[in-house]
């Protein structure tokens, strides 16, 4: 069949109509829906789905500018070979071959793929299923193995099951919420709303935040531990044996349905011993600890809703049941409003677990090492050449590259030489590979760079299938946009390819509903109730019921056609015994200690308008305006240690690699230890791929690099000049040692500095720009100054600046500039000048991306006494309105 006239392909899509069209959103967990509207003209709006239970039609500032993303600009819309365009019958045919090549001449376990939690579950399925089943290898592993399997691990351990047990609910029930390792409020940014509204609404809720950072999170916190970092089994430890030493243990529950307690609380007693102990190794005060354990112990109504600050340790997976094992000792779950709460950083990393895509697993939550759960899949899916032994995890993966094992690898929908620790050596290997396939939407990245093939997928908005959130809730992803080019499903092209390689029956699909069907049914397949992923009920869906699906939680079953919003409800979990299992946990510290070299710790993680590699993100002018170029947070007591400057550049360096970054000088981060966010890449930015740096330990148990916990050390970047670019038109990126580019509005703007001097500042300029326009310029050679405005057609074309250190201009007024119709002598001459006029006020950094409020105009508006608080910000500006991902800043601005 054509792949392009499939039934769930465009869907006879009008460009000429408008249409709405129910989806979900494809950036975080939380898996918020979307209405997105397509007018006449052919533009897209979108706004939150009111009837969607995951968000009640709230959406954060990331998902309110989807519209933003989906032009079809730097695309990758054609299949490529050795970076010629060709046919798709042709680059289909040279994946086959290529891996057939491999496999023959080294075995299975010489290939790989490598996939991610932004494939739909569709996606997801036919990849595991070709892997696993049939080329008879578990050398597929997903990007999700750095964010959350130390949770899946934790569950797993605890529960027999890859269980999340709660839902949002829960937390807006709660009478105590306690964030663990998770910035809320800027990566699950609706979710926080939802709590911050129950808060609002329920006085008696208690937010307790565990971070080392005080972030946008504390906003809404009443205590806040900034716990020396690696230390959280130590603090929940020290928590289980409060619990038993005051009368808080359920001992019902413990006695008849878990197992394992005793030895739980001999290791809690053998290695914290009392609450001044706990608070001297977490590095807290004495009070602050008691606090939290007395609040702990007195709530029933407690949630605890944790993420990558757990996970990504070395020590993860015994972090997670260091936090489970609190909850089974007070019976707090499978009840509303308790439970421990992983919530995933992915729009499917669930669905991605669903199928197996995680190198240790099975399909539909079954295990490589269970015999039994080997004979189901192998029966269901008609092989017998299912694999029997776990593949290569994330790392391992790459080291196999490097280290030649492995000559063949498909990267699907993620950008590893920018994610993974250690990611020049991921980067060099990539480069040395026989053979590397990407399946990506977007053709410059760093990972599409290294690649032999390019397949071009589809993005968000053209394609179709289903995604599941943190709250185990399925929902449609729906298109309401034609395919561009030739792009294509990703489920779509993994069939195709598996087809070449002798397995066309099996990989015989026509739609996403054939594979969803295939995926709920093999769920059910055998389980009567002893397994617990299935959506067997959703098996026998026609096209037009899969089309229309709604929102459901799993399991879904005969007997459970609305789903279930929460598990263990009958204290029955999934281990051998039918019981939970405590787990001793003996806290061990991160692997790579700080030294004399390297003193501090390196953190990582997300920035509230941003996502993962930017590839989606960066397209959108208003969410480059918040934060626009790589950052380190650092506390002012390291910076007056290091000498580094506020607003200048530094240089942060690791046993494995380098990155610069502009300094932050903050006391919400912790002293000993900084922050860089994890998005720049060298497509945008150079040097600053942070993951070059992160070091590449990983837990024992579920194999997720400890990204949280890097010895670094830093020092000033000393260049011998800094500025900046504004050009109406995009430039080749300038070769300079530091350089960031960012999308503004009419305008692209880059930030620069240079090791070498620049003799002819007049002849540099015009060789990034061109000579063509008028040019007013100043130039100052002894002061090493330069300043110049282009002018086309009376209008601002471009601006650069020039300085031998960082004190330059603020970029906002002059950017102001490029969206007046015509340039006035008096704007000329403050160009000339460097600093606005009068008439040109400098509404200053972004603060409010869904509306463009920036700090200065909110700072006027509280200095001339019209707002006195944030709901009046909201009145006159608008500002905070619509995500409120932005309150917390606000509120800061009032002092």
């Excluded at 102990?277 to 944790?306: G, I, P, W």
């Excluded at 305006?625 to 690791?654: C, K, N, R, W």
């Excluded at 990034?768 to 002894?782: K, N, S, V």
Aim: glycine share 8%.
């Amino acid at each position: 069949m054509d792949p392009r006239f499939r039934e769930d392909d465009d869907k006879n899509i009008d460009m000429n109509k408008n249409i709405t069209t129910s989806t979900t959103c494809p950036y975080c967990g939380v898996g918020c829906g979307v209405l997105a509207s397509k007018e006449q003209d052919g533009s897209i709006s979108v706004q939150g789905n009111k009837d969607h239970p995951a968000n009640f039609g709230r959406l954060c500032s990331k998902g309110s500018a989807l519209a933003d993303t989906v032009g079809l600009e730097g695309r990758l819309l054609h299949p490529q070979v050795n970076g010629q365009q060709t046919s798709w019958d042709t680059a289909l045919d040279a994946v086959a071959d290529g891996f057939r090549k491999v496999i023959d001449e080294h075995g299975p376990d010489a290939v790989a793929f490598y996939v991610s939690g932004q494939l739909l579950t569709e996606d997801y399925y036919v990849a595991n299923k070709l892997m696993k089943g049939f080329i008879g290898s578990a050398n597929i592993d997903t990007n999700s193995r750095l964010c959350m399997s130390s949770a899946v691990a934790g569950y797993k351990r605890a529960f027999g099951s890859d269980s999340v047990p709660c839902s949002y609910e829960d937390l807006e029930q709660a009478e105590l919420i306690v964030i663990e390792g998770s910035n809320t409020a800027w990566c699950h940014p609706v979710v926080y709303q939802r709590i911050s509204k129950a808060k609002q609404d329920n006085p008696n809720l208690k937010i307790i935040v565990i971070d080392p950072r005080k972030t946008a999170t504390c906003d809404i916190a009443d205590l806040h531990l900034p716990l020396k970092p690696g230390s959280d089994a130590t603090l929940f430890n020290g928590l289980l044996r409060f619990i038993n030493n005051n009368d808080g243990i359920d001992w019902d529950f413990v006695n008849n349905h878990t197992e394992g307690f005793a030895e739980a609380l001999i290791s809690a007693q053998e290695s914290e011993i009392t609450i001044a102990h706990v608070a001297k190794m977490c590095e807290l005060s004495r009070q602050d600890v008691e606090q939290f354990f007395l609040l702990f112990v007195n709530t029933e109504k407690t949630v605890t809703l944790y993420s990558q600050g757990v996970n990504q340790s070395s020590s993860g997976t015994d972090k997670s049941n260091s936090i489970i094992n609190c909850h089974l000792a007070t019976g707090r779950i499978g009840k509303p409003a308790m439970g421990p709460f992983s919530i995933t950083g992915q729009p499917n990393a669930m669905g991605g677990r669903e199928v197996g895509g995680l190198a240790n697993q099975l399909a539909a939550h079954m295990d490589l090492n269970n015999p039994k759960h080997h004979d189901i899949v192998s029966r269901f899916w008609n092989t017998g050449n299912l694999a029997t032994t776990a593949g290569a995890k994330a790392v391992d993966m790459f080291n196999d590259i490097a280290s030649g094992k492995i000559k063949a690898i498909w990267v699907m929908a993620t950008n590893p030489a920018v994610t993974m620790p250690d990611a020049d050596k991921v980067r060099e290997a990539l480069k040395a590979c026989e053979l590397v396939v990407v399946s990506d939407c977007e053709q410059n990245t760093d990972t599409t760079a290294c690649a032999d093939i390019l397949l071009p997928a589809l993005a968000w908005g053209e394609k179709c299938g289903t995604v599941t959130n943190s709250e185990r809730r399925i929902s449609r992803q729906r298109n309401f946009l034609p395919h561009p080019g030739e792009a294509e499903e990703d489920w779509w092209i993994v069939s195709e390819v598996a087809q070449r390689l002798g397995f066309k029956e099996q990989f015989d699909y026509s739609s996403s509903a054939d594979v969803f069907r295939e995926h709920a049914a093999l769920s059910g397949f055998e389980n009567d109730g002893v397994r617990d992923f299935d959506i067997s009920g959703l098996a026998e869906l026609s096209d037009d019921e899969y089309e229309q699906l709604e929102p459901v939680q799993w399991p879904v079953t005969s007997a459970k056609p609305q789903g279930t919003p929460r598990l263990f409800t009958d204290n029955k979990f999934f281990t051998e015994s039918g019981k939970a299992q405590f787990i001793a946990i003996t806290p061990r510290a991160p692997v790579n200690a700080p030294s004399e070299e390297y003193p501090l710790i390196l953190n990582t993680g997300r920035v509230r308008d941003q996502w993962h590699t930017m590839t989606r993100t960066a397209r959108s002018a208003k969410l480059n305006g918040h934060i626009s170029e790589p950052f380190v947070e650092v506390h002012p007591i390291d910076a007056e240690t290091f000498a580094v400057e506020q607003d200048a550049l530094a240089q942060i360096d690791s046993e494995w690699g380098t990155v610069l970054a502009r300094v932050h000088i903050t006391d919400t981060q912790r002293e000993g230890s900084i922050f860089v966010p994890m998005h720049w890449n060298q497509q945008n930015a150079s040097l600053s791929r942070v993951d070059a740096v992160v070091n590449p330990v990983v837990d024992p148990i579920s194999g997720q690099p400890e990204s949280k916990h890097t010895p670094v050390k830093i020092k000033p970047y000393q260049a011998t000049w800094h500025g900046f670019i504004l050009s109406r038109t995009q430039l080749k990126m300038p070769d300079t040692h530091y350089c960031v580019s960012v999308k503004g509005e009419q305008f692209w703007r880059y930030e620069l500095a240079g090791d070498s001097t620049i003799e002819d500042y007049s002849a540099w300029a015009k060789q990034q720009l061109g000579d063509q326009g008028e040019w007013l310029e100043f130039a100052d050679q002894t002061a090493q100054r330069y300043r110049a405005g282009i002018i086309k057609n009376e209008q601002l074309d471009a601006v650069v600046f020039v300085a031998p250190n960082h004190e330059l201009p603020t970029r906002t007024w002059l950017s102001q500039l490029f969206t007046e119709p015509l340039i006035s002598d008096e704007a000329r001459a403050n160009l000339l000048a460097g600093k606005p006029g009068a008439d040109q006020p400098d509404v200053g950094p972004l603060v409010c991306a869904c509306f463009g409020v920036g700090e200065n105009t909110i700072k006027d508006a509280i200095a001339c006494g019209a707002a006195k608080s944030v709901e009046d910000i909201g009145q006159q500006l608008k500002a905070g309105t619509n995500c409120g991902s932005c309150i917390p800043e606000i509120k800061k601005l009032f002092g």
